[in-house]
Nanobody
Framework: QVQLVESGGGLVQTGGSLRLSCAAS???????MGWFRQAPGKERELVAT????????YYAQSVKGRFTISRDNGKNMVYLQMNSLKPEDTAVYYC????????????????WGQGTQVTVSS
C-alpha cells in the first residue's frame, strides 16, 4: 500500500516552468510511476511514466521534449519538470503508481494522489 501526495502546482505564464513533486508514504522502489492530467470536461490522460528503476521513461506526444519525469527511490519521490508550458497544459495533475510493469492506461494504475492544479495563462 502506498499513499501519494502531489505538490508544486500553481499559476504560470505561457512559456514558464513548474516542477511537480509526488511524495510517497511507502517505499516506491518497486513501483512503476506515472503522471496523468485531467482538464475540465476532458478525460484523464497520460502525461508520462517511468519504470521502477528509472531506466525507461515514456511521454505523451503532446509533452515530449518539454516535460521530464524522474524519480528518487531513496527519498520516495517522483518529479515532473514542465518547461515551455502552454495554456493547453492547464489541468489537474495526478501522480500514480502500479506494480507490474510500465502501463499507459489509467485503469492499470492502482494508487492515485489527490492532484495538484496547474494553470497556464496566455
Amino acid at each position: 500500500q502506498v499513499q501519494l501526495v502531489e505538490s508544486g502546482g500553481g499559476l504560470v505564464q505561457t512559456g514558464g516552468s513548474l516542477r511537480l513533486s509526488c511524495a510517497a508514504s511507502g517505499r516506491i522502489s518497486t513501483y512503476d510511476m506515472g503522471w496523468f492530467r485531467q482538464a475540465p470536461g476532458k478525460e484523464r490522460e497520460l502525461v508520462a511514466t517511468i519504470t521502477w528503476l528509472g531506466g525507461n521513461a515514456y511521454y505523451a506526444q503532446s509533452v515530449k521534449g518539454r516535460f521530464t519525469i524522474s524519480r528518487d527511490n531513496g527519498k520516495n519521490m517522483v518529479y515532473l519538470q514542465m518547461n515551455s508550458l502552454k495554456p493547453e497544459d492547464t489541468a489537474v495533475y495526478y501522480c500514480t503508481a502500479r506494480v507490474g510493469g510500465q502501463a499507459y492506461s489509467k485503469s492499470e494504475y492502482n494508487y492515485w494522489g489527490q492532484g495538484t492544479q496547474v494553470t497556464v495563462s496566455s
